[in-house]
C-alpha cells in the first residue's frame, strides 16, 4: 500500500503540470529575492540563495478570469542554531522541568551549515470580481504542491582548520547523541537530510485594491484559509525513517483604512497613511513536525492580534524611491502540546507582547537600508524580564 501512495506524489505533478501545457510551453519567469550565505561570507554582500519562478495565466473555464499556473523554487545557504532548550531523547521542553528534573535529561547545542532548497507548485483560479478592484477576483482556490529539502552539514569555518566538528570527529565516527534517534530534532538523525512533502489548499477573499508599488495606501479586507497535509506515505519516510507528518491550518483576516492621501502632479504619492489590523489563527497536529513547520516555542497552536500604523513619504528621482515608517503592537497567545514530544505529556499557554517601529528606505528597486527597533513587554512562558532592541539592515534586492 505505501508504494501505491508514493506513486500520487509524480502522479499530483503531472497533473498540476498538464494545464500550463495544454496551449503554450511558454512561461513568464521571475526573481523575488535573493539571500546572503553563512559566516559573513563575501561581507554578507554575495548572495547565495534565491528564490524564482516561473508562471503562466490560462483559461480554464469559460465565463471566468484565467487561471494562474506557477512553480517557484528557492534555495538558500545559512547557518542554523540547535535549540538547546529541549531533550533531544523525548522532546520535552526545558520550561516544564525543575532544575532537578533538567539533569535527568539531556540537551543539544552547536550550530550547523544548512543548506536548504524547496519547489513549490501550484494552480490558481478565481471567481467573480473584487468589488475596490475590477482588474481582480473576490474569491480563489489554489491547490498545490511543496517538495522541501534540506541538509545539515559542519560548518564551513572547519576547512580553515577553525572550532571542531560537531556531527562526527576528526577521523570521521559520527559523535554521540547523532548516531541515536533523536525525537526532537528528526532531522538531524543517519545522514542529516531531511525531504519534507505536502499538498495543500488555499482559498482567499479579496476585498482589497490593488496598489502597482508599495508607495500607495492600502485599503480593504481580506482574508485566508490554508490546509496542508504532509503525511508519512508521501515519500516522507525514505529518508533516515519518517520525516514528516502532520496536518497544519491557518486562518487569517486583515482590515486596512486609509487615513488620508496626497499626491504629486506627476501622479506619485507625497504623503499617506493608512491604519491596519489582523488576526491569525494557527493549529498543527500530527507527530513529525520537519525543520521548516516548528512554530515558535513548539506549542502547537496560536492566535495573534496585530494593529500596525503605515506612513509612507515622498516618491523620489523614481516610482520605486520612497520612504516609510511603521509602527506595531503585537499581541499572540499560544497554546496546547508540544511538537515532536515523544509521550505528548507536555501543554501550556502563554501571552507575548511587543511592540516594533521600523523605518525603510527603498532606492531604485534593489536597496533596501532598514532601521528596526521593538520592546518586548510580555514574554510568554519565559522567566525574563521585558526587553528593547534594535537592528539595522543595509539589504540588496531583486524584483524582475
Not at 173 to 180: L, Q, R
Not at 257 to 266: D, G, I, R, T
Not at 296 to 313: E, N, P, S
Amino acid at each position: 500500500m505505501g508504494k501505491k501512495r508514493w506513486l500520487l506524489l509524480p502522479a499530483m505533478l503531472l497533473l498540476l503540470l498538464f494545464p500550463a501545457g495544454a496551449d503554450s510551453y511558454s512561461l513568464s519567469a521571475f526573481i523575488s529575492g535573493v539571500s546572503n550565505g553563512p559566516d559573513s561570507f563575501g561581507y554578507n554582500l554575495f548572495p547565495l540563495g534565491t528564490t524564482f519562478g516561473f508562471e503562466k495565466f490560462f483559461p480554464i473555464i469559460d465565463g471566468l478570469s484565467d487561471a494562474e499556473f506557477q512553480v517557484e523554487m528557492n534555495m538558500a545557504f545559512n547557518d542554523t542554531v540547535i535549540s538547546d532548550l529541549y531533550d533531544w531523547r523525548t522532546g520535552r521542553p526545558k520550561w516544564s522541568m525543575t532544575k532537578e528534573e533538567e539533569s535527568d535529561y539531556e540537551f543539544l547545542s552547536g550550530t550547523y551549515f544548512n543548506p536548504r532548497a524547496y519547489i513549490d507548485v501550484y494552480l490558481d483560479q478565481g471567481f467573480w470580481v473584487n468589488p475596490l478592484y475590477p482588474d481582480g477576483t473576490l474569491f480563489n482556490v489554489r491547490l498545490g504542491f511543496n517538495s522541501y529539502f534540506a541538509a545539515a552539514v559542519e560548518r564551513l569555518s572547519l576547512a580553515s582548520g577553525s572550532g571542531n566538528p560537531l556531527f562526527t570527529d576528526w577521523g570521521g565516527n559520527v559523535n554521540y547523541p547523532f548516531n541515536e534517534s533523536i525525537q526532537a530534532f528528526p532531522w538531524l538523525e543517519g545522514s542529516r537530510l531531511l525531504l519534507s512533502n505536502m499538498v495543500y489548499l488555499g482559498l482567499f477573499l479579496n476585498m482589497d485594491r490593488d496598489t502597482p508599488t508599495d508607495a500607495e495606501p492600502e485599503h480593504g479586507f481580506a482574508m485566508e484559509f490554508w490546509l496542508e497535509y504532509s503525511p508519512w506515505w508521501l515519500a516522507n519516510s525514505i529518508i533516515n525513517g519518517k520525516q514528516s507528518d502532520y496536518l497544519r491550518t491557518v486562518l487569517y483576516a486583515e482590515e486596512k483604512l486609509e487615513l488620508f492621501s496626497v499626491q504629486q502632479e506627476n501622479g506619485w504619492n507625497w504623503v499617506n497613511m493608512y491604519f491596519g489590523h489582523s488576526n491569525t489563527l494557527q493549529y498543527i497536529a500530527g507527530d513529525t513536525v520537519p525543520q521548516n513547520k516548528i512554530p515558535t516555542d513548539r506549542l502547537r497552536g496560536y492566535v495573534t492580534d496585530r494593529i500596525w500604523l503605515h506612513f509612507t513619504g515622498p516618491q523620489f528621482l523614481a516610482g520605486d524611491c520612497f520612504t516609510f515608517i511603521e509602527l506595531n503592537l503585537y499581541n499572540t497567545i499560544r497554546f496546547g502540546g508540544v511538537v515532536n514530544e515523544i509521550d505528548s505529556s507536555t501543554s501550556a499557554v502563554e501571552l507575548q507582547s511587543s511592540f516594533t517601529a521600523l523605518v525603510q528606505v527603498r532606492l531604485f528597486g534593489f536597496i533596501r537600508l532598514e532601521y528596526q527597533v521593538g520592546y518586548d513587554f510580555i514574554r510568554g512562558i519565559w522567566p525574563e524580564k521585558p526587553r528593547w532592541w534594535q537592528n539595522a539592515a543595509l539589504s540588496f534586492y531583486v524584483s524582475v
